[in-house]
């Protein structure tokens, strides 16, 4: 008898043909966001779940489908995850690096120079018909090449946009992470480690790419956003909950920071109303890895991950191995 496998919600017409030649598939055709409880009864009799970012999978929930073996997760982060909980309960969590590092990497850089160069809110004011004439300050943004870019996290992505920085804009790379990058790959990337306090108080751009846990939580909050810079702009491309929403919107009408560039928002979809009122933020819906062929290929490993395990006892990325 095939494996049950439940995707939680719409993908790629490809990747359901491919699960439902290994597997006794159902998907989500509404494309709804189940509540915990609905999530739970779907997954009654299931082996597998192909989950995305949306669906939260802790201890509750594992002791409610105890059939289930594993959760492979469309996307690189796995905060979503109760891995703890995931691994006590003998559930295999998986998750989709290096398919996206690239495409993510040129979106925060895509991102960071929309913010630094005032490039929405100069759209905006051009499409309202206020373009009246050349004027020597209009619009006039943040410099970007030759300046400093201060990364927070430096795992492959926060590594692939320290090249871009230093390679293709001629900036200088410093960053922060737990743990400092062997000398060779520092040399790769041109990047030094400092201190968080150095990073916050000398970069001209802040880059957020790390991942997001309980320790992560308000990374940068009111405290962290006095220590930068007014002219300095802040990107996050990593997860909402490493900056305080309500902080950052404050430094922003305050004054204490010049722009913000926000993929990932602190209980998205829904985005602070202050932020939505700032007009010096460029805001985007959680797009970073969104390419045809980037989301494709994160959907094929996820695929992959669940036939591998189920089929053969060997899932591709595998983060708590049993
Ligand atoms: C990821 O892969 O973690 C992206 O943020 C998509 O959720």
Not at 115 to 124: G, K, L
Not at 155 to 174: C, H, P, S, T, Y
Not at 297 to 322: R, Y
Request: glycine share 8%.
């Amino acid at each position: 008898m095939k494996p049950a496998v439940l995707v939680g919600s719409a993908v790629f017409p490809e990747v359901l043909d491919k699960l439902a030649q290994h597997f006794e598939l159902t998907a989500n055709q509404e494309d709804v966001l189940w509540t915990p409880t609905e999530l739970a009864q779907q997954l009654q009799g299931k082996q597998g779940v192909f989950t995305t970012g949306s669906q939260r999978i802790d201890a509750a929930l594992l002791a409610a489908c105890p059939d289930l073996k594993i959760c492979a997760n469309m996307a690189v982060g796995y905060n979503n995850f109760d891995l703890d909980a995931m691994t006590a309960a003998g559930v295999l969590a998986t998750n989709t690096p290096d398919v996206l590092t690239e495409t993510t990497a040129d979106f925060g850089f895509a991102l960071l120079l929309a913010t630094a160069r005032r490039i929405t809110e100069s759209e905006h004011f051009l499409r309202a018909g206020l373009w009246s004439r050349w004027r020597y300050d209009l619009f006039a943004g943040a410099e970007v090449f030759g300046s400093t870019l201060g990364i927070l996290g430096m795992g492959r992505i926060g590594q692939g946009i320290a090249k871009r920085a230093a390679l293709g804009f001629g900036m200088k790379v410093i960053y922060h992470n737990r743990s400092r990058l062997d000398e060779a790959t520092e040399a790769a990337c041109q990047a030094r480690w400092v201190s968080k306090d150095e990073l916050l108080r000398t970069c001209d751009h802040l880059m957020l790419v790390l991942p997001y846990s309980a320790a992560s939580h308000h990374s940068i909050g009111a405290a962290e956003l006095a220590l930068m810079k007014p002219t300095a702009t802040l990107v996050n491309i990593a997860r909402g909950g490493i900056v305080d929403d309500a902080a950052l919107a404050a430094a922003l009408r305050a004054g204490q920071l010049a722009a913000a560039g926000l993929d990932v928002f602190e209980g998205e979809p829904a985005v602070h109303p202050d932020l939505l009122a700032c007009h010096n933020v460029v805001l985007t819906p959680h797009i970073a890895s969104a390419t045809q062929a980037t989301r494709l290929a994160m959907a094929q490993l996820a695929a992959d991950n669940l036939i591998g395990f189920l089929l053969h006892g060997k899932p591709l990325t595998p983060l708590n191995p049993q």
